[in-house]
């Protein structure tokens, strides 16, 4: 086990954007933070840019794998002080082309993983008394729209996990937080897609983790649940 001296943070689904912003904001904090991905090359790439960051390939679906992995973050790094699900999937097809099994990988990425990995998380808060989960949804959380039925399916479901944590963990000393990402996050395969669009279009991921990591640093007289974050220029 490593010395650490804030805690251990744990965060899945760790790409170039919000995953690897998160991941490095909690280690600029003093964190020990184990980032989790499907494909080990991207974050072991991250690991060796951020101090005190480590990788841990995991496909968070898998639900043996994934509670193998948090079991060796816990021997090597030590309890699970901040957990951070940011894994999230979803077929973009029109109703009508959905497959069953689109909705139910859907489902075990946003929903399942919460489950298991929150379940594990907060043991060791419970443990300790406190910690916080910071459950990153979308837009979809809230609505359906034509092409996002399985990821609108799976993020609505996630959110009401979120919730349910919420309100069984809360009063134990464990804030469980819902963000709701409204807006295009600014990574390279989303500006491809969207090159017309000005700078201030997007969301920044650095911004986005500024935000998660003080919801961390709430005082229990004033813990928020939910909160949206969007660009100045996004309309709701």
């Known amino acids: 086990m490593i010395d650490q001296k804030r805690g251990v943070c744990v965060i899945t689904g760790v790409g170039p954007g919000n995953g690897r912003a998160i991941s490095a904001k909690f280690a600029s904090e003093g964190f020990s933070v184990a980032m989790l991905a ?24 898998d639900v043996d794998a994934l509670r193998q992995t948090l079991a060796k973050i816990q021997a090597e790094l030590g309890p699970i002080s901040v957990f951070v699900h940011n ?40 443990d300790a008394g406190h910690g916080s989960i910071v459950v990153i949804g979308a837009t ?7 092409p996002t039925g399985t990821f609108a399916a799976a ?43 000005p700078d201030d279009f997007f969301l920044k991921a650095e911004a986005i983790a500024d935000t998660v990591y003080a919801i961390t640093e709430q005082d229990p007289s004033a813990w928020t649940f939910e909160l949206d974050i969007r660009p100045f220029g996004e309309s709701f």
Not at 41 to 58: K, L, N
Not at 140 to 146: E, L, V, Y
Not at 169 to 177: K, N, T
Not at 178 to 188: E, T
């Open 140 to 146: 979809a959380s809230m609505r359906g729209g034509i």
């Open 38 to 61: 499907r494909r080990a090359e991207p974050i072991e790439a991250f690991a060796a840019e951020i101090e005190g960051a480590s990788a841990y390939p995991t496909d968070v679906t």
């Open 155 to 197: 993020k609505a479901s996630q959110r009401s996990m979120a919730q349910t944590m919420a309100k069984t963990l809360g009063p134990q000393g464990i804030h469980v937080c819902h963000v709701v990402i409204d807006g295009a996050i600014d990574v390279p395969w989303i500006r491809e897609l969207l090159p017309d669009k």
């Open 87 to 126: 894994a999230g999937s979803g077929h973009f097809k029109k109703f009508m082309d959905i497959e069953v099994e689109d909705l139910h990988n859907a489902i075990a990425t946003n929903t399942q993983a919460l489950l298991v990995g929150g379940q594990i998380a907060a043991k060791d808060m419970l």
